[in-house]
């Protein structure tokens, strides 16, 4: 594989690859503007260490926001075969603490801890298959990665790309993709904005993703594999529209980072004969919960109101990352922590199911 290559290629040169066991400092060396309310933050390796990994996957930062520590998984944007660096495309949130806290506090130089990378939001190694790369808003950044991945390896490719976003002055790396398009073969770009604020003159569509728009753009969409990311609202009509086109389930492959805690009435634990209930404290919060142990942590949290950030809820992220303070539980992840943490007492509440009365440090 190509990152295998490049690992070589580092060690040949005497430089060593960052390990995503081990390491965990990234220093900012670059800040570039790509919209008004759109930033790209260009990271290395303090040491120089190589970075190894797959277009489409991410980090997870620790953003120091006050007195506190928020965890954020941002996709890579740049091209895997540019390993001495790493960029990660942010957007302005309102009310954001993170997204915000970059944009006004990040500056060259600036020292963050990270752990990737993680991810499975990667293009399928069949070098014949077509790819429809579906994007809404900030949604793009994974999906710029893989293009720019396809850019650089020079391979032949039969790519649509579609982006979407609320103006034409939201259209992330707008310039920088008009100029793959010309250059890449096998690639057809489709920009679809929602209006036309700012720019009245727009010469293309305008609307939003419909059967009708991606029929016309995509005739072919039951033979292509789609990779989709952006807004909950924006996946959620993408999965239906290419599900009615024909995209078989297995061919299509989606990357969400859906923060929100869901808040919802108290729901007592489904009792069933054989399981056991668990009583889990959140010591911070002063809230105490009872957890089945055929539940998760993360889950009856929610479920009981109990507020935990979050993201993919499957062991992947590493979001809700937390201090084990007591207890034990059966922990089945999938990458998004490391077994130095898991020996310093920290768990995945997402996949985490009690063994005994836990004490949280949340």
């Known amino acids: 594989m190509a990152t295998d290559l490049m690992q070589m290629q580092g060690n040949a040169q005497g430089l060593s690859g960052w390990d995503k066991e081990h390491d965990d400092t990234l220093v900012c060396i670059d800040i570039h503007q790509e919209t008004h309310d759109v930033r790209s933050f260009t990271f290395a390796s303090p040491e120089g260490k190589r970075f190894s990994f797959e277009s489409g996957q991410y980090f997870l930062f620790d953003i120091p926001v006050g007195n506190d520590v928020e965890a954020r998984c941002y996709s890579i944007s740049s091209s895997p075969h540019r390993p001495n660096t790493f960029t990660v495309t942010v957007k302005r949130v309102a009310n954001g603490r993170a997204s915000n806290w970059l ?162 009435a108290a729901i007592a634990p489904v009792e069933i004969p054989g399981n056991k209930v668990f009583q889990v404290e959140f010591s911070k919060q002063a809230r105490k919960i009872e957890v089945s142990s055929e539940q998760t942590v993360l889950s009856s949290a929610k479920k009981s109101g109990v507020r935990l950030p979050s993201s993919c809820s499957n062991g992947v992220c590493g979001t ?43």
């Open 320 to 362: 809700c990352k937390s201090k084990l303070l007591s207890g034990s539980v059966e922990m089945n992840h999938n990458g998004g922590i490391r077994q130095r943490e898991i020996d310093a007492g920290l768990f995945l509440p997402c996949c985490s199911k009690p063994l005994s009365d836990l004490v949280v440090d949340r």
């Open 103 to 264: 944009h006004d506090n990040l500056a060259t130089g600036t020292k963050l801890k990270a752990q990737g990378p993680l991810g499975h939001f990667i293009r399928p190694r069949d070098t014949a298959r077509k790819l429809l790369l579906l994007s809404g808003g900030s949604g793009i950044t994974p999906v710029m990665s893989i293009v720019r991945d396809l850019a650089d390896r020079c391979e032949p490719a039969d790519v649509i790309f579609v982006h979407a976003a609320r103006t034409p002055l939201d259209l992330i790396f707008r310039q920088e993709l008009s100029w793959l398009a010309s250059r890449m073969k096998g690639l057809r770009l489709h920009f679809l904005p929602e209006g036309v604020d700012g720019e009245p003159s727009w010469p293309g569509l305008t609307g939003r993703i419909s059967p009708e728009f991606i029929k016309l753009a995509v005739p072919d969409i039951a033979d292509r594999t789609v990779m989709c990311c952006g807004p909950a609202p924006f996946m959620a009509a993408a999965r239906s529209i290419t599900s009615a086109l024909g995209v078989h389930p297995a061919n299509y492959l989606e990357e969400s980072f859906d923060a929100a805690v869901v808040d919802e």
